[in-house]
């Protein structure tokens, strides 16, 4: 921070007697990042927020939360509700003590199985979120904000904001098999070995580099992506295989995050608490079957309207299920 920034005193704002129990009724939401001083807790207040969005969210190495746990309590007494979170994309390269057999673990992979530097940052990677290991990651900074007061908890990029050339780590790769067995063995009662896999979905089953047991048990997408040329998948859409990829993608971050957000909702019950939930990249969607949350990265600009003013910039606040809106808000 600048030093001639330190010198400036924000305005004095009369607080709210309490924070509001309604996150319909507040008007003022901010992402102020981070907050880890009483300074910087009066510079949110000065811009009379009811919810400091991101106050406690932490990229690569977490700071000493418990020398800022008065931090909450200050917060409420001034009126506003305290926001933690984390990213759920970005992993660093030693964060937080992790070992390197930690980040092959609970990294992603390029098509070629190797690791995939974020924005030609070595040592900084996307994090799979396919994999048991880094999910419980995620889950433990969660609890640790809540267990410190934390009255919401922003995702950010909780589908693990994957690029084109990334996402094919053997986590990713084994939750793709088995939802090839669902649709096309389960659901459709075919064989695991037949002939419809290459006329389909363009999968020789029979080669041995492609399926060494003969069965769709052990694709190895990576390798029928570097058989094929397929390493943009971009460049192919509409492609059976890589439809079917995508499609897999979409119902594993739907999975994830109602598994993110019952645990976090189980977490603030034992506390005796409630904690708010929201993040980006969640756009509503109309179906047959009625509205649902489509897990995915969007771009989606929700209008500011005094109707809708929790609902900002294609952020979203869900109800205690991670699906659904909160009661009246119109997304």
Known sequence: MPESWAALEPPVVPPRPVPVANIADAMVFTVNEPIHTDWALALGRSTSADVLIRAWLNWGSAPDWPEMA???ARAHAAGMLWGGGLTCSALYRGENGLTDEDLLDMATRGWDGAL?????SRGLH?????????????LQWLRAKIAGGADLLFMDEHDGALGPFEGYDDHSI??????????????RGGSASDWHWATELDIEVHDPAICPDGTIASFAFRARLVQRGHL????????????????SCDERNARVWAWLTERVRLEARA?????????NGLAPRRTARGRFY????CCRRVPWTSANRRCIAGTHWCGADGRSPVDGCPS
């Not at 489509?294 to 990265?297: A, D, L």
């Open 174 to 187: 084994q939750e793709f098999r088995a939802y090839l067995r669902k649709e096309h063995v389960e659901r």
């Open 126 to 138: 996307h994090g799979s979120v396919s994999g048991p290991r880094y999910l419980d990651y995620l």
């Open 70 to 72: 008065h931090l909450p």
């Open 294 to 297: 489509q897990h995915r990265p």
């Open 271 to 279: 506390h005796g608490r409630r904690v708010f939930l929201c993040g």
């Open 116 to 120: 995939v530097d974020i924005a030609d």
């Open 232 to 247: 943009n998948r971009l460049t192919i859409a509409g492609h059976s295989l890589v439809s079917a990829w995508e499609k």
